[in-house]
Nanobody, 116 residues
Framework: QVQLVESGGGLVQPGGSLRLSCAAS????????MSWYRQAPGKEREWVTS????????IYADSVKGRFTISRDNAKNTVNLQMNSLKPEDTAVYFC?????????WGQGTQVTVSS
């Protein structure tokens, strides 16, 4: 069955960095675009960034452009999110996701807290 397992979250000070990873299984990973979303307390889940199936195309929300970098390793079935210059407003649960046919699959999420 499809599984997405995020890791790498934690507590970091403003201006710091974190690297999130998502391990995928149960589907042909190299055939699908992958995305990261996030959800802050009391707010709706929002799209952060996406990467094409080969990794050659990426797109970012304006709020993270220039600070976050998405990448993937199709040999290891992983997608990563390097987050630099973190701000308190980046605090959220971060989710790895993709759409298979008409169903969007989600991981369980990993908490990122940016606070001094």
């Amino acid at each position: 069955q499809v599984q997405l397992v995020e890791s790498g979250g934690g507590l970091v000070q403003p201006g710091g960095s974190l690297r999130l990873s998502c391990a995928a299984s149960g589907f042909t990973f190299s055939s699908y675009a992958m995305s990261w979303y996030r959800q802050a307390p009391g707010k709706e889940r929002e799209w952060v960034t996406s990467i094409g199936n080969t990794g050659s195309q990426t797109i970012y929300a304006d709020s993270v452009k220039g600070r976050f970098t998405i990448s993937r390793d199709n040999a290891k079935n992983t997608v990563n999110l390097q987050m630099n210059s973190l701000k308190p407003e980046d605090t959220a649960v971060y989710f790895c996701t993709f759409e298979l046919r008409t169903t969007r699959h989600w991981g369980q999420g990993t908490q990122v807290t940016v606070s001094s």
